[in-house]
């Protein structure tokens, strides 16, 4: 493990991640069993504030 700490090849993190722990990577898991609620789809909240300068959007 020390060899990957001191390895000037790359910053990437995932690449180093790939190198360690491969199976940690999102691509490579198994995901797991699906419930009925996750077959829910997502949304999201979108919040916009108007005032004298402009707009204030967060979601």
Avoid: N, Q, W
């Amino acid at each position: 493990m020390p060899g990957l700490f001191a390895s000037p090849d790359t910053s990437s993190f995932t690449e180093f991640l790939g190198g360690y722990s491969p199976e940690l990577l999102p691509g490579r898991r198994t995901p797991p069993a699906s419930r009925a609620g996750d077959d829910i789809p997502h949304g999201t909240t979108i919040v916009a504030v108007g005032f004298p300068g402009g707009v204030v959007v967060a979601g």
